[in-house]
């Protein structure tokens, strides 16, 4: 099925989207403090090849000319993420003029091209000074995190309406506090639980300081997720997918709406209770304006004793001999559609926003074009699994490709590339993949 834009109407919001961390560089430059991921990066074997974020893109002295490429490729809304430690050095306290001025000039660049900004608060950077305090295992971070969130809404609210609270707090309490493979590297149930509370505390207080603040504010915040399959119809592996899911899926979303965490299908979480104050359980709920979802894949699921505390594994892309992105993860569309469809199931479940999307593929160069047909054909098919979702009556109000330039990705440093654009590291020089060129057109 070859799909126009048009048939998701005018009010469709179509974007791209990006991390502070992930391409700004620019580590110690313009008064900023270290982030845990500044700090992080330079441990020891945490990181492919050692490699790290010091200058990535170099987004934090190009971004001028980036919007403007952004701009020509008919890109209209631009998801980025603030650096809280360019704003807060010292995560609390004194607040930096450069960072602040940073942003203006971003947002304003960014409005006079017509790019709508859409702003992450938080994409994993945690000013290290914090996490010497505990980082997220302290529940002081709901008061910190509120400060920070305040002083945003304060130097930017005057022109950013659109907020997005947290990156996919699962994946940062998770892979930073329980498998220690995201900075900052602890390790531990305790620290994952006390994390993920304390994460989810701070994602409802963040979106009440912004409507307290700004009464036409359009708030959300973004989760990551996978349609998850069981790998056999056994029983062991069915109820093992369904407390993969609920991991996966479920913990975050649902004490957001109201129903607690998910704790009748995975009995561990029973211990957040350690963590639980009185008015907690009413103080993780906040009705979003908008809930943005990550999807790039699906996990199948099957059961495994030896695993701790979950008794599930997931079955790779690999042993299942399936097609791969570099991620190794599996090429399937349709997940997009059933989370589209399960999340949107949710009673009082606000309208979703598809806040990434996209693929890495191993990208080659020839005289100065890359021709990414794989990535093309990526999100052409999600494209129609939204579209899919949308004709059966999910709302469903905007979808951001993840990402607009090649950059770091995290532990697996930079050989994964996502971009629509070609990011050269050693040049600093941009080139509009095929799938850049034909995003621009589907944007017409
Ligand atoms: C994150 C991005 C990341 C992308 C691809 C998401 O989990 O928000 O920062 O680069 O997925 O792995």
């Known amino acids: 099925m070859l799909l126009t834009k048009d048939a998701f109407g005018k009010d469709f919001m179509w974007g791209v989207s990006t991390a502070a961390y992930q391409i700004e560089g620019a580590h110690n430059q313009g ?21 790290h974020g010091d200058t990535t893109c170099d987004f934090y002295n190009r971004y001028t000319q980036d919007l403007y490429l952004m701009y020509s490729l ?25 960072g602040i001025d940073f942003y ?79 900075a900052p590297g602890r390790k531990g149930l305790n620290n994952f639980l006390a994390a993920a509370h ?69 009995k561990i979480l029973n211990r957040i209770e350690k963590y639980m104050k009185q008015n907690d359980e009413n ?13 790039y894949t699906r996990e199948v699921i099957r059961y495994a004793t030896f695993v701790p505390f979950l008794q599930a594994k997931i079955v790779s892309a690999k042993e299942r001999k399936v097609e791969m992105t570099s991620m190794n993860w599996e090429i399937y569309p349709e997940s997009m559609y059933h989370m589209l469809r399960k999340y949107n199931a949710y009673p009082n479940i606000p309208p979703l926003i598809i806040t990434e999307n996209g693929a890495a593929f191993p990208d080659v160069v020839e005289s100065n074009q ?26 469903v109000n905007g979808y951001f490709v993840w990402t607009f330039l090649d950059n770091f990705e995290w532990a697996e440093g930079y050989h994964p590339r996502f971009g629509l654009v070609y990011v050269d590291f050693q040049t600093q020089n941009r080139i509009v993949k095929s799938s850049g060129h034909w995003y621009a057109n589907f944007l017409k």
């Open 198 to 266: 304390h994460a989810a505390l701070a994602q409802a207080h963040g979106a009440r300081v912004i409507k307290s603040m700004q009464t036409d504010s359009n708030v959300g915040t973004t989760f990551s997720c996978s349609h998850i399959e069981p790998f056999t119809m056994k029983e062991k592996d069915i109820l093992a997918a369904k407390r993969a899911d609920a991991l996966l899926n479920r913990l975050f979303l649902e004490p957001l709406l109201g129903l607690g965490y998910p704790t009748k299908d995975i």
């Open 104 to 182: 203006n000039r971003l947002i304003d660049i960014s409005l006079e091209l017509g790019i709508t900004p859409w702003v992450t608060l938080y994409h994993w950077d945690l000013p290290g000074a914090l996490e010497g305090k505990g980082g997220w295992v302290n529940r002081d971070i709901r008061e910190w995190f509120g400060n920070y969130v305040s002083i945003c809404v304060a130097h930017f609210g005057d022109r950013v309406t659109n907020w997005m609270i947290l990156n996919e707090p699962l994946v940062f309490s998770a892979a930073g506090y329980f498998l220690g493979v995201h």
């Open 283 to 295: 103080d993780l709920v906040f009705n979003m304006d908008f809930i943005g979802i990550q999807n």
């Open 31 to 51: 008064g900023k403090g270290l982030s845990i991921w500044d700090i992080f990066v330079k441990k020891k074997n945490k990181i492919f090849q050692n490699q």
């Open 370 to 395: 890359v021709d990414d047909r794989k990535r093309i054909k990526y999100l052409q098919d999600t494209i129609v699994q939204v579209s899919r979702a949308k004709q059966e009556g999910v709302k």
């Open 74 to 98: 008919n890109i209209r809304n631009y998801r980025f993420s603030i650096s809280w430690s360019r704003i807060l050095p010292d995560g609390t306290g004194e607040i930096n003029e450069e």
